[in-house]
């Protein structure tokens, strides 16, 4: 057991260190390479170089998005892969992040004169819509997993159309705006959605981590789970609350970041092994690592061009679930 708990304390550390050292590696590279030593100054509020305001107000704000929104994504895809029993679930596939795309844009293009503050509400409360959706229609005498999935994926299409729909019959000077926000992309991020994002970051992760019991007792089994004194429905529709409220959060601010709630959980799992008491963190910490790689890789590779984050995820998570899909063809 203590070798067991002193692997999983490394593992986060090294994590932890490793998520500290990209970030400052996101700081230093980019259209202006800046020093370390004046990025620690910057930091401590003693750098007196024009790079103060390139590290500040234009690439930190973008790196603390990253890393927030990365967690919010894979947290929310490892609650939801456990509480629905299935490997092949995120909030990208049951289409929850594509009604909170629905719902912001719509905001966006009826409401042109809007506060950034709004945004994750919204979301959020189109994330809910499309959840509870997605469950009504794929029950039959109870809820198959593989049915969910598969309802999910048609919500989704359909979603990535209606947000389309919205789209061409918004104002035309919007749709740049909001088709760059639709690929998923945190570029033009400034101080002001880390102050709306933060928040729910900060209450659910941790209320997450807070309920990983009950996520491991369910992974047994929905007669052991009442077995063992588990409240079950309370549980999931809890835990599902918490999940989509993280997806329709990070979606507001930082549009569709495909696949990096499949891709973290999946990592965090070989890392780590099974109990969420761990995977949660991890998945957080791989999170934010997949997206500020994603983010640096859209904004140095093609110079001039910045490339939203999101393409590369889409990139990589799509061949990815091809994968499991054909691992796990016989599960249903």
């Not at 929850?96 to 709004?118: I, N, P």
Request: proline share 4%.
């Amino acid at each position: 057991m203590h070798r067991g708990i002193g692997k999983s304390i490394l593992i986060l550390a090294i994590l932890s260190i490793a998520l500290i050292a990209l970030s400052i590696l996101c700081l230093s590279i980019g259209g202006v390479s800046i020093p370390v030593k004046e990025i620690f100054l910057s930091l401590l509020g003693k750098n007196k170089e024009g790079s103060d305001l390139i590290i500040m107000q234009f690439r930190m704000p973008r790196i603390v998005a990253a890393v927030l929104v990365g967690a919010a994504l894979a947290v929310a895809g490892a609650v939801l892969q456990g509480v629905i029993r299935n490997p092949l679930a995120s909030p990208d596939l049951l289409g929850v992040t594509g009604g909170a795309s629905v719902a912001v844009v719509a905001f966006m293009t009826l409401f042109t004169r809007y506060s950034v503050h709004w945004i994750p509400f919204i979301a959020v409360a189109g994330a809910f819509v499309i959840a509870a959706l997605n469950y009504a229609l794929a029950w039959k005498n109870g809820v198959s997993p593989f049915r969910l999935v598969l309802i999910g994926i048609g919500i989704s299409t359909a979603m990535g159309a209606l947000t389309i729909f919205l789209l061409i019959s918004g104002p035309v000077y919007l749709a740049a705006q909001v088709l760059n926000w639709m690929t998923g992309s945190i570029y033009g991020t400034s101080w002001k959605y880390i102050e709306v994002l933060w928040p729910w970051v900060a209450i659910f992760i941790p209320l997450s981590i807070l309920y990983a019991k009950e996520l491991n007792v369910q992974s047994l089994g929905e007669e052991t789970a009442i077995g063992l004194g588990s409240r079950l429905q309370l549980s999931r529709m809890i835990l599902l609350f918490y999940s989509v409220a993280l997806a329709g959060a990070a979606v507001g601010i930082a549009g569709t970041i495909s696949f990096l709630g499949l891709l973290a959980p999946h990592m965090a799992r070989k890392l780590i092994g099974h109990s969420y008491k761990l995977v949660i963190p991890v998945s957080a910490l791989l999170g934010a690592m997949i997206l500020l790689l994603a983010d640096l890789a859209g904004r140095t590779l093609f110079q001039p061009l910045d490339i939203p984050a999101g393409v590369f995820t889409a990139g990589i998570g799509a061949p990815f679930f091809m994968y499991l899909l054909f691992k796990r063809k016989a599960f249903k």
